[in-house]
T-cell receptor, first 114, second 112 residues
Framework: DQQVKQNSPSLSVQEGRISILNCDYT??????FLWYKKYPAEGPTFLIS?????DKNEDGRFTVFLNKSAKHLSLHIVPSQPGDSAVYFC?????????????FGTGTRLQVTL | DVKVTQSSRYLVKRTGEKVFLECVQD?????MFWYRQDPGLGLRLIYF???????EKGDIPEGYSVSREKKERFSLILESASTNQTSMYLC???????????FGQGTRLTVV
């Protein structure tokens, strides 16, 4: 039972363009969402998060959008750079209960081409 | 700078061996986690600990155990390694159970 889904295993974007990575979730108890970036042979690093009381959070080139009614979030990277090439994981958690630990999606591999 | 350190980057073990993966964090975090990452399956939680000597099963605990004798150290134990435990193992720690977690560099374990 995959509660956090990233339906696109890979994405290729040209340098300078916008990258949009998508994530869907099924557990309505989730109220906190995070994006992590992972390079090969390294651990994931935290990128950006959003609480369910917001619908947008921005940090430099990275913006996360949350659509609670659709149970959907997306990460926008503008402009995309070659160093952004990595696997991106979305994660979700709830404030209490059995879902109160991070649940990760399966990841999307982003390749930014020159 | 926050740090989670895993004792080995790469390990090769034989089927049936007992394997210890060690993780140390220097952030005084209460919570520590062990995940494994496999292609197409993402990060799956094996075990977590919210305090010294406390542990809880994650989503895929079978074939694993853990030990947390000190706050900064969380060990993952494969009692009898099997080939289906070949994977990337990731340790993480966090101040809270449900917010940002900091990951170590990972251990690539191969069981032959």
């Amino acid at each position: 039972d995959q509660q956090v889904k990233q339906n696109s295993p890979s994405l290729s974007v040209q340098e300078g363009r916008i990258s949009i990575l998508n994530c869907d979730y099924t557990n309505s108890m989730f109220d906190y969402f995070l994006w992590y970036k992972k390079y090969p042979a390294e651990g994931p690093t935290f990128l950006i998060s959003i609480s369910s009381i917001k619908d947008k959070n921005e940090d430099g080139r990275f913006t996360v959008f949350l659509n609670k009614s659709a149970k959907h979030l997306s990460l926008h990277i503008v402009p995309s750079q070659p160093g952004d090439s990595a696997v991106y994981f979305c994660a979700a958690s709830a404030n209490t209960g059995t879902a109160s630990k991070l649940t990760f999606g399966t990841g999307t591999r982003l390749q930014v081409t020159l | 700078d926050v740090k989670v350190t895993q004792s080995s980057r790469y390990l090769v073990k034989r089927t049936g061996e007992k394997v210890f993966l060690e993780c140390v964090q220097d952030m005084d975090h209460e919570n520590m986690f062990w995940y494994r990452q496999d292609p197409g399956l993402g990060l799956r939680l094996i075990y977590f600990s919210y305090d010294v000597k406390m542990k809880e099963k994650g989503d895929i605990p079978e074939g694993y155990s853990v030990s947390r004798e000190k706050k900064e150290r969380f060990s993952l134990i494969l009692e009898s390694a099997s080939t289906n435990q070949t994977s990337m193992y990731l340790c993480a720690s966090g101040r809270n159970m449900n917010t940002e977690a900091f990951f170590g560099q990972g251990t690539r374990l191969t069981v032959v």
